[in-house]
C-alpha cells in the first residue's frame, strides 16, 4: 500500500461519518486499516444518487492506493452533487479530496480544496462540516510541519467541536495540538492537550481513544523535559561554578533558588532534595537566617502537597530559631502557615491576628493579603460570608498591587469557593477560570489542580461531561504530586456525576 494511501484512509472516517474517528499517527493520526475497516460501504445500488456513487468509487480506489483515480472520481462527484444542488454531498467531497491532497503532498492544493469545503458547509449552515474542514487543515498543516499553524487551526477545531458538544471531535483536536506543541518544545502546554483528551475520552467512556491519548500522554512525559528544564541548567551551572570557587553560601542560595523553581513547578521530590542541600550548607555556614527561610520554603512545600507532620517539623526548627535571632517576616508568615493547618498551639484567629499585626508594622503587604484570606476563610466557616467576600477582594487588589500573580489566583480560588457555596455558579466560574489561567501560565501545578477541581464541582449540576474532565483533569495532577488522597476525592466526584 503506498504512503499516500496510509494517510489518506484517515481521512475517510471523517468523509462517511462527518464527524471523524480516532486520529493516530504515532502521537495521533487515525489507524488507517480501522478506518477503511469501519468505512468501507457496501456496492452502490441503482437507487443511489450519482454523486454518493462516485464517492463511494473515490474512496474504494484511494483505500487501493489508486490515487489519481480517486482524485479524478471525486472530481466527477463533486461535480454530480453541484448539479444535484446537494450542498453537503458538495462538502463532503471537498473535505476528503483534501484530505487526498495531504497524504499525496499537495499541500497547497489541499488548503484551497478545504478552504472550498468550508465555505461550502458555512453556506449550508452546517456548523460540524466546518469543525471537520477545520481538523483537516489542522491534520495537513501538522504533515506539511507547519506548527505553529497546525496548533492554532487545531485549537480553533476543539472550540468549534466544543460548542457543537461533539467530545470526541474535541479530543482528536486536542491531541492533534498537544503533537504540534510538543514538536515546537511546549511540553506543559502539549501535556496538558493531552491530558484533557484524556479525560474526554475517560468521562465518555471511549476505550479505543483512551489507549491512544494515554499513549500520546506517556510519550510526553516519558522523553521530553518540561519549559523549565533551561532555567534548571542555568541554575546547575552557576551552582557548579561557585562549588568550585569555594563558596559554600552562595551554592546555599542557588540549591535554595532550584528547590523553588521545582516546587513552583510541580516536582515535590526533587525540591525537597534541594531544599535539603541548601539547609544542610546554610548550617554548615551558620547562617541561622538563610536556615530559617529554607525551613520555611521547605515546610510551605510539604503543607501544599498536605504532608501536615513533615511541615510542622520544619515549622518547629525555624521557630526555634526565629526565638533566637527575630525576623518579623517570618514570624508572621510561620503564624499564618501554622493557623492554616489548623494547629493546635492557640486560636486560630488570634494567631492570624498576630501575623495580621506583624505584617502591618513591616508593612509586609504579600504577607497581609495572605493572613486577610486565611481570616476570610475562618469567616467563611463560620456564615459571614460578606466579611470573607470583603477579605478575597482586598487581598486579591493588593496581591495584583505586588506582582504576586500565583498570591492573585489563590485569592481567586477562595472565592470561587465561596461564590459556589452562595449558589452564585456564573462568579463561581469566572473566579475559578481566571485562578487556572493564571496558574496556568505560571506553570503552577498545585494551583492548577484545585482550580480544576473547584470548576468540576461548581459545573457538576449544570454541566456533567465537563465536570468530569475538569475533575479528572485534577485527580491527575494530583497524581503527579503524590497527592493520593485528593486524587482519589477527585475522580472518586468525577464518578459520581451521572
Do not use: C, M
Given at each position: 500500500m503506498k504512503r499516500s494511501t496510509i494517510a489518506f484512509c484517515g481521512a475517510l472516517a471523517l468523509v462517511a461519518c462527518g464527524e471523524g474517528q480516532q486520529a493516530s499517527d504515532e502521537a495521533q493520526q487515525t489507524a488507517p486499516e480501522t478506518a477503511v475497516t469501519k468505512n468501507v460501504a457496501p456496492k452502490a445500488v441503482a437507487t443511489e444518487p450519482r454523486g454518493l456513487q462516485l464517492l463511494r468509487e473515490a474512496e474504494r480506489a484511494a483505500n487501493v492506493g489508486r490515487d489519481l483515480e480517486a482524485r479524478e472520481t471525486f472530481e466527477r462527484a463533486l461535480a454530480a452533487f453541484r448539479s444535484a444542488g446537494d450542498r453537503t454531498g458538495e462538502g463532503r467531497t471537498l473535505l476528503a479530496m483534501g484530505s487526498l491532497d495531504r497524504a499525496m503532498g499537495q499541500g497547497e492544493r489541499g488548503r484551497q480544496v478545504l478552504a472550498q469545503a468550508d465555505a461550502v458547509f458555512a453556506a449550508a449552515g452546517d456548523e460540524r462540516g466546518r469543525a471537520d474542514a477545520t481538523f483537516a487543515l489542522g491534520e495537513l498543516e501538522r504533515a506539511q510541519f507547519n506548527n505553529e499553524r497546525a496548533r492554532t487551526i487545531f485549537d480553533t477545531a476543539a472550540e468549534?467541536?466544543?460548542?457543537?458538544?461533539?467530545?470526541?471531535?474535541?479530543?482528536?483536536?486536542?491531541?492533534?495540538?498537544?503533537?504540534?506543541?510538543?514538536?515546537?518544545?511546549?511540553?506543559?502546554?502539549?501535556?496538558?492537550?493531552?491530558?484533557?483528551?484524556?479525560?474526554?475520552?475517560?468521562?465518555t467512556g471511549d476505550a479505543a481513544g483512551l489507549t491512544l491519548a494515554r499513549r500520546t500522554l506517556g510519550e510526553v512525559v516519558g522523553n521530553y523535559p518540561?519549559?523549565?528544564?533551561?532555567?534548571?541548567?542555568e541554575v546547575r551551572d552557576q551552582i557548579l561554578a561557585q562549588e568550585q570557587a569555594g563558596e559554600p553560601l552562595a551554592v546555599a542560595q542557588r540549591q535554595l533558588d532550584l528547590a523553588e523553581?521545582?516546587?513552583?513547578?510541580?516536582?515535590?521530590?526533587?525540591?525537597r532534595e534541594r531544599y535539603g542541600m541548601s539547609i544542610g550548607l546554610y548550617r554548615e555556614g551558620r547562617d541561622v537566617l538563610g536556615t530559617i527561610y529554607a525551613l520555611l520554603s521547605l515546610a510551605d512545600l510539604e503543607r501544599g502537597i498536605e504532608r501536615f507532620d513533615e511541615a510542622r517539623k520544619a515549622y518547629t526548627e525555624a521557630q526555634a530559631l526565629l526565638r533566637e535571632i527575630g525576623d518579623d517576616e517570618a514570624e508572621a508568615h510561620l503564624l499564618v502557615a501554622l493557623a492554616e493547618m489548623d494547629a493546635t498551639m492557640g486560636d486560630q484567629r488570634?494567631?492570624?491576628?498576630?501575623?495580621?499585626?506583624?505584617?502591618?508594622?513591616t508593612r509586609n503587604r504579600v504577607g497581609e493579603a495572605e493572613g486577610l484570606i486565611a481570616l476570610g476563610q475562618i469567616a467563611q466557616r463560620g456564615g459571614n460570608t460578606e466579611l470573607a467576600a470583603r477579605n478575597f477582594a482586598t487581598a486579591y487588589q493588593m496581591l495584583l498591587t505586588s506582582d504576586d500573580e500565583i498570591g492573585a489566583a489563590k485569592a481567586l480560588l477562595a472565592t470561587?469557593?465561596?461564590?459556589?457555596?452562595?449558589?452564585?455558579?456564573?462568579?463561581?466560574?469566572?473566579?475559578?477560570?481566571?485562578a487556572r489561567v493564571a496558574f496556568e501560565v505560571t506553570g503552577y501545578r498545585l494551583g492548577e489542580a484545585w482550580a480544576l477541581r473547584g470548576i468540576g464541582e461548581t459545573l457538576a449540576a449544570m454541566q456533567p461531561t465537563e465536570a468530569k474532565v475538569n475533575l479528572l483533569m485534577a485527580a491527575y495532577w494530583f497524581e503527579t504530586l503524590g497527592m493520593d488522597q485528593r486524587r482519589r476525592e477527585s475522580a472518586a466526584a468525577a464518578e459520581a456525576i451521572r
Open positions: 468549534q467541536y466544543r460548542a457543537l458538544a461533539d467530545w470526541s471531535g474535541e479530543a482528536r483536536s486536542l491531541l492533534g495540538r498537544a503533537d504540534a506543541e510538543r514538536r515546537l518544545g511546549h511540553i506543559l502546554s502539549s501535556r496538558r492537550a493531552a491530558a484533557r483528551a484524556v479525560a474526554i475520552y475517560a468521562a518540561d519549559d523549565f528544564e533551561a532555567k534548571r541548567g523553581l521545582e516546587r513552583h513547578t510541580g516536582q515535590p521530590e526533587q525540591a488570634a494567631l492570624l491576628e498576630r501575623s495580621q499585626e506583624i505584617n502591618q508594622r470561587g469557593a465561596l461564590e459556589r457555596q452562595l449558589g452564585n455558579v456564573d462568579a463561581s466560574l469566572d473566579a475559578l477560570v481566571r
